[in-house]
């Protein structure tokens, strides 16, 4: 008997290929094919990244692709030593697929590759069906709308080569999961209300049970059935609204729990108590003097509840945020690009994954990781960048396991230059 064992990792990678062909071949004879141009660098509501990206199409065909790639090198120096020295880093491609099915429905999906291929990755594939402006449906795999960053993430959006600590490592980057929900805008003068809310599954216990020895919700993202079942047999709800003028920008509250852990058996026994997770995240983003200036931020608040008789490194608590000032300085024509622009910016961002005090002597726990990055970038145009960056950050020292302990923090600081395009 012959079995056949499905991998859909291979299957990916052949669809892949398949769009990266039919691409290639517009280039050659670009009279069936028209390019969607848009400037990513403009910013628009967060909830609309998904499809405010560049896409190819091809004549009269309701299907439209597209895709971006992000590749950088980087050296980098921690206590006066260099462990990996100067190193070249191809960090993912992603590939978009959207299409028109019928009148107000459309299907949307990326796929990404992350480390030369090792990781292939569904990142969304879901189907809308629109009603009205204010009541449309969502399903399938979906990002999950908790902050900003999540649904925005594109490389080429961004003057920093490296994602933000907080949007990567207190909400785990690219949070997406099976599920279903609604979202719609409401326009009124020079103002848009917004919202989306959604029902999918969610976190496992990685979050408390992992190698990092430390709450991580990026660890209890990483349940390769996630997108089959829920850990914890009941869904995870996010939901998040925003709030966009016209003139002063956008203000977004977004709000995630889940019961992570496997509480019952399949025949129903109750084995331990239920332990939630919990995030409540502000973002904001606003551009100024005709968008010369953009200012981007989030924070975030982690909640969770323990198992009983966790240790201290693990904490109940986190927060995290960032803040992104970019402004230009020069735009005019540039070695043959009508609307070049040299841009300069800075972050600022942290993370405490360790809120709370020792229970035996009630002094602080030091569990933490603050940064600072100047940036340099170059548009030639909207949906390509070139930047530099150099990322100084001090981390609470984990020397010995003793990271806790309050130790002199440990100094890094890593020179980039990175390029990101759409295609």
């Not at 880093?89 to 429905?105: H, P, T």
């Not at 599954?201 to 049970?209: A, L, M, T």
């Not at 230009?328 to 024509?333: E, L, N, Q, R, S």
């Not at 993370?351 to 548009?379: C, H, K, L, M, Q």
Request: glycine share 8%.
């Amino acid at each position: 008997m012959k079995i056949f064992i499905f991998n859909y990792k291979k299957i990916v990678a052949v669809f892949f290929s398949a769009c990266f062909a039919i691409y290639c071949h517009a280039q050659k004879d670009s009279s069936l094919f028209k390019r969607i141009e848009i400037d990513t660098s403009k910013q628009k509501l967060n909830m609309d990244g998904v499809y405010n990206k560049p896409f190819l199409t091809m004549g009269k065909m309701p299907v439209a692709m597209g895709g971006y790639m992000e590749a950088n090198t980087q050296y980098s120096v921690t206590q006066g030593i260099s462990a990996d020295g100067f190193a070249f880093q191809f960090q993912r491609v992603s590939m978009f697929l959207e299409s028109s099915i019928a009148k107000n429905i459309k299907f949307n999906s990326e796929i990404e590759y992350e480390n030369g291929g090792e990781d292939i990755e569904v990142e969304y594939a879901f189907m809308d069906m629109e009603f009205n402006p204010l009541f449309n449906f969502r399903g399938g795999i979906v990002l999950n709308p908790i902050g900003s960053f999540n649904e925005n993430h594109d490389g080429p959006r961004w003057d920093f080569i490296d994602r933000p600590i907080s949007s990567t490592t207190i909400i785990p980057s690219t949070l997406s999961n099976a599920g279903f929900g609604f979202y719609g805008k409401y326009y009124y003068d020079n103002w848009i209300f917004a919202y989306e809310t959604y029902l999918t599954n969610g976190f496992d216990d990685g979050i408390v049970s992992n190698a990092d020895g430390q709450t991580s919700l990026a660890d209890g993202n990483q349940n390769p059935d996630k997108f089959d079942k829920s850990n914890s047999g009941l869904p995870m709800f996010t939901g998040k609204i925003a709030i966009r003028q016209r003139k002063y920008g956008e203000f977004g509250i977004s709000y995630l729990t889940d019961v992570y852990n496997e509480w019952k058996t399949d025949d129903g026994l109750i084995i331990a108590p239920k332990l939630s997770a919990s995030v409540f995240a502000l973002d904001y983003s606003t551009s100024l003097l005709n968008d010369r200036l953009s200012i981007t931020t989030e924070a975030a608040k982690v909640w969770v509840q323990l198992p009983p008789n966790t240790v201290n490194t693990y904490g109940s608590q986190q927060d995290g945020a960032f803040i992104d000032i970019v402004g230009t300085v020069i735009k005019h024509k540039m070695f043959g690009w009508n609307n070049a622009k040299w841009e300069v910016g800075v972050r600022l961002e942290y993370a405490n994954y360790n809120i709370g005090s020792f229970s035996e002597t009630g002094g602080p726990i030091y569990d933490y990781i603050w940064a600072i990055v100047p940036a340099i970038a170059f548009r030639p145009v909207g949906s390509t960048v070139l930047r530099f960056n150099y990322v100084y950050s001090e981390q609470s020292d984990e020397a010995g396991g003793n990271f806790i302990l309050g130790n002199t923090p440990v100094k890094t600081g890593t020179m980039e230059f990175g390029i990101s395009t759409y295609f």
